[in-house]
T-cell receptor
Framework: ETGVTQTPRHLVMGMTNKKSLKCEQH?????MYWYKQSAKKPLELMFV???????ENNSVPSRFSPECPNSSHLFLHLHTLQPEDSALYLC????????????FGSGTRLTVV | AQSVTQPDIHITVSEGASLELRCNYS??????LFWYVQSPGQGLQLLLK??????LVQGIKGFEAEFKRSQSSFNLRKPSVHWSDAAEYFC???????????FGKGTTLSVSS
């Protein structure tokens, strides 16, 4: 257990479904991140939240909608996804400042059918 | 724009042999540098990091990395590889504290008996 918990671990959804991924950390970090990891591709930064405000959005399609209600929780709301959105979605948190690194969750393996 | 290159996609090493994984970065100043490891189906775990000072950094699990400014490199090493080290290894960089990490494409390490 790393201190960053992601649920569910696995998710299969149809293209017309709406689902949400959840990330929770109780490390006292104030920045949280969503990354997408696809086979044969590098980790892609999707969203960055710092102090509950979105500070970075890397041209992610609108079918992905993040939400950060407080510094401990981060959601990724999914709707009308495409098969190419199937991937491992990783959440991470950090406490910005010299010496910091990211703490990653175990990820949600998403399959869009 | 800053970038990270891991030239080796896949490396196979015999158990007990030494290991070196290469990482080169592109950035004008000295960035913060990291190595992460990912076991199958898991998130990323921080192995070690470099910010300043001694250019040889010690990490967990017997790993070390050396920062070489003249070569823009941050190669990961281990003197004797164990079968449990088989995993994917990612080099990452960010230009300053509080900004998002940029990852290389990763190197898959296989360990043969």
């Amino acid at each position: 257990e790393t201190g960053v918990t992601q649920t569910p671990r696995h998710l299969v959804m149809g293209m017309t479904n709406k689902k949400s991924l959840k990330c929770e950390q109780h490390l006292g970090h104030n920045a949280m991140y969503w990354y997408k990891q696809s086979a044969k591709k590098p980790l892609e930064l999707m969203f960055v939240y710092s102090l509950e405000e979105r500070v970075e959005n890397n041209s992610v399609p609108s079918r992905f909608s993040p939400e950060c209600p407080n510094s401990s929780h981060l959601f990724l709301h999914l709707h009308t996804l495409q098969p190419e959105d199937s991937a491992l979605y990783l959440c991470a948190s950090s406490q910005p400042g010299q010496g910091y690194g990211y703490t990653f969750g175990s990820g949600t393996r998403l399959t869009v059918v | 724009a800053q970038s990270v290159t891991q030239p080796d996609i896949h490396i196979t090493v015999s158990e007990g042999a030494s290991l070196e994984l290469r990482c080169n970065y592109s950035y004008g100043a000295t960035p913060y540098l990291f190595w992460y490891v990912q076991s199958p189906g898991q998130g990323l775990q921080l192995l070690l990091k470099y910010f300043s000072g001694d250019t040889l950094v010690q990490g967990i699990k017997g790993f070390e990395a050396e920062f070489k400014r003249s070569q823009s490199s941050f190669n990961l090493r281990k003197p004797s590889v164990h079968w449990s080290d088989a995993a994917e290894y990612f080099c990452a960089v960010n230009r300053r504290a509080g900004t998002a990490l940029i990852f290389g494409k990763g190197t898959t390490l296989s360990v043969s008996s």
